[in-house]
Nanobody
Framework: QVQLVESGGGLVQAGGSLRLSCEAS????????MGWYRRAPGKQRELVAA???????NYADSVKGRFTISRDNAKNTVYLHMNSLKPGDTAVYYC????????????????WGQGTQVTVSS
């Protein structure tokens, strides 16, 4: 199994910055893509940013130019640097990874963190 531990959420004023971190641990064989989703109150979950094992990022249009995703493969950790935050960014942010484990080397699965609250005040 793979466990994900997120950190870095909180309350920030509009225009401020936060950095989210998500560390994966467990019986990991290989991590493929990593990323962040968010769910705002009354809205569906949406992809915020993702990054491939090779380091290629992908962003939602709403966060392009403001958010940066990165990963440290040696630490099995993905980061989300969020700048110029807006009240519309308020949501619970969920980390995810696609990974294979020692018991399922050829069948990677999707794993999710518990979520971290980001609140941006106006």
């Amino acid at each position: 199994q793979v466990q994900l531990v997120e950190s870095g959420g909180g309350l920030v004023q509009a225009g401020g910055s936060l950095r989210l971190s998500c560390e994966a641990s467990g019986s990991i064989f290989s991590i493929y893509s990593m990323g962040w989703y968010r769910r705002a109150p009354g809205k569906q979950r949406e992809l915020v940013a993702a990054i491939t094992s090779g380091g290629s990022p992908n962003y939602a249009d709403s966060v392009k130019g403001r958010f940066t995703i990165s990963r440290d493969n040696a630490k099995n950790t993905v980061y989300l640097h969020m700048n110029s935050l807006k009240p519309g960014d308020t949501a619970v942010y969920y980390c995810y990874v696609k990974a294979s484990t020692l018991l399922a080397v050829f069948t990677p699965g999707d794993y999710w963190g518990q979520g971290t609250q980001v609140t941006v005040s106006s």
